[in-house]
DNA sequence: ACGAAGAATGGAAGCGCTTTCATTGTAGCC
DNA sequence: GGCTACAATGAAAGCGCTTCCATTCTTCGT
C-alpha cells in the first residue's frame, strides 16, 4: 500500500529515485546503480529491463545523492576575472569543450580582478566538493592558499608562468612578453617608448618586462591615468592623447590588451599620425577586430583557447590519478606584425 | 579511540565534517547546523564558540550533503549557445553578478546553438538538481521542453519573446527588431534591400521581420552563402561582396550581427562606397567596437547585461515562492543612429 | 556430471548534512 | 513562588546514492 502509493506518485510527478526504478525493473537499487553507471557489469537482458523503465519514467539520477557517496562529483570550477572581456572567454571555452566531452562539468566563478572575491569564491567553490579547481593567475591571497592546499584537490592555475604552481600551471611569461614587445620596437627604433596599461597583476608584468628590456637604453613613459582592469577603447584613447601631448618625437607604445590599443589608434588616427614611423602601436592578445582596424593591429598572439583545453586535460589527468603532469606548461605566444608596428 | 582517531586525521587532512566541528566544540551537530544557517536561533556565546572553531579548523559545510538533505542546491543553471561570442558573455556577467549577491552560484553549459546539445545539457543540468535553469531562445527539443517541465523547478526562457513561455521569459522580439530596422533604412529609401545573417533562430527572426515589413515594398536580397551560427567578420565581408557583385543601385543592408556588419563594412570601405547614401549597413547588438569603425556602425542596441539581471532576479522571485513573476519580461531595444545608416 | 572460477546480483552501511519533534533553560508575570 | 511562554538545544530519521562484502548463477574443463 505503501509501495504503491510511492510509486504512484513518483510516476506521476517528479523525484523518481534510483530506488523506484529497482523496483519497476524488479531488481534491487544496487543494480541499476551499475546499470547506469558501470553497465558492462550487468547482463544485457537486465541492462535493457532497466534502460526501458527508466526511459519511461524519465529519471534523472541524482548526482548530489552520488556525489556524496562516492565522493566524486563531476564537477570542475574554474574561476576567471571576467568573461565579457573576450581575453577569457574564449578559454573557458577550450575548457568547456574538454570538459564535457570527458563528463565533467563546469561551476564558473567571475572574480572581477579581485583577490579577496576570489578568495569568497572559492571558499563557495569547495563547498560543492568539485573534482579539480582552475584559477586565473597565480597571485591569490594567503587564506586562499591555505584554503586550496588544504582541501587537497588537483589545482590549475593559467594565464601565467612560474617555477613554483600552487599544483599545475599552464601559461606564459608576461616578462617576456613584453621584452619581446621591446626588442620588436628596438630594431625599429623611436624616439619615446610608452606603455598603456591596466592595473591587474598581469598587465603590470608585461610592463615590467617592457621597462626592463629598455633599461638603459630608454625611459618608459607611462600615462597618468587610473586604469582598472578591464581596461576600456576609452582609457587606450585618453592615454594616447596625453602621450601625444606631452612631447615631440617618434613614439614606440606598447598597449596591455588590443582594446586600449584600439582606443589609442583611434586617437592616433584622428591626429593624422603616421603609422608605423612616427608612431608604434603594439597590443595584446590579437583579438577578432585586430586584423580590422586602420591600420591593422600589430599585437601580441597567444591561444586563449589552448589554454582552456590544456588547463582541462591536466586537471583530468590529475583526476585520474596520473602523477606525472608537468608542473609548468608553457604556451606559445608571438608577435603578429601588421600595420601599427 | 575511534574518535581520537577521526579527529585527528581530520585536523590532520581535509575533509573535517560538521560532526567534528560539533564535537571540538561541545555541542551537537544540530546546532552548528543552526550557527551556519541560522545563527540568529543560536545563544551567542555558543555561537561565537563555533564560529572559532571553524576557523581553526578551516572548515568547509558539504553542500552536496546539505542539498541533498534540504533539497535546495543554491545552484544555478545557465545555458546559451557561446561566450566568446561577446553577445551572451555580458548576460552571463549580469546574470552571475545578481546570483552571486542573492548567495547562488553559476552552473554554466555552453550549447553552440545546437538543440540536441542543448538537451545533453539539460539532463546533466538537471542531475545536479539546481533550483533553477535558465535557458537562451524559446526553441528547444520536445525531450528538453519534456524533461524540464517535469523537473518541476523555475525555468526563465533569455533571449527572445513569447507568449507562452514554458515557464517565465526575459527578452525582445527579433521580427520586431528586423522590422524596426526595416523602417529606419525606409526612411532614406534604397534600391535595393538585403540581409546577411546568420541561420540561428533568432538571427532568422529578425530576418522573417526584416522581409515582412518590406513586403510589397521590396524583394530582400539574400547572399549565397551557408553561415553558422556564430557568424563571422569573414562570412560578412563575402557576403558583402556577392551583394556589391550581384547588381546596381544604392543598397540598404540588415546585418544579424555586429561582427557581421563589422565585415562587410570592410568589404564596403576596400570599394570605396559612399555610406550611407550609396549603401547603408546596420549592424545588431552595438557591441563596443561599433562607435570605431570607420564610419562608426549603426547598429540596434539593447541591454544585453540587463537581460541577465532581469533573468536572475525572475528565477530568485520564482524560487523564494513569489506567484506573481510576470510570463513574459520585456526588454527595450532602439537604432543607434551613426555613420552607416 | 561435478566442482571451480568467474559473472551477476543483492544486503547493509554510510556519505555529511537538514528536518521534525522533543526536551531543557530561561525569563517574565501575577 | 509557581506557572507560562518562548528561547536554546538535542535525538533520531532520512535525503538518494555508492561502496564493500557476501551470495547466487553460469559457464567451463575434465
Redesign the interface.
Known sequence: MADYEKIKQNTA??PVTLADIAKLAGVSPVTVSRAINTPHLVKPRTLEAIERVIAKT?Y??????G??ASRK?R?IAAVVP???S?IF??T??GL??EL?SAGY??????SGYDLSRELELT???????PDGIILTGITHLKETR??LT???LPIVEIWDSTPSPLDTAVGFSHAAVGSLVAGHLLIRGYDRYAQIGANDPRAVQRRDGFVERLKGIAEVELPELEMNSPST?RDGRVAMAQLLDRGEGSLGVFCSSD?VA??AL?EAHARGCKMPDDLAIIGFGDF??AP?T?PPLTTVRIDR?DIGTKAARSILRKIDGDEDVEAMINIDFHIVARGTA
Do not use: Y
Request: glycine fraction near 14%; charged fraction near 15%.
Open positions: 510527478s517528479g524519465g534523472v539520477p541524482n548526482l548530489l545523492a556525489g556524496l562529483t564537477l571576467s568573461v565579457a573576450t572567454a574564449e573557458i571555452e568547456n569543450a564535457v562539468q563546469l561551476l564558473l566563478g567571475l571558499r563557495a567553490i569547495l563547498a560543492r566538493r591555505a584554503m588544504g582541501a587537497g577603447f582594446v584600439h582606443g583611434a577578432d577586430f580590422h586602420h583557447r
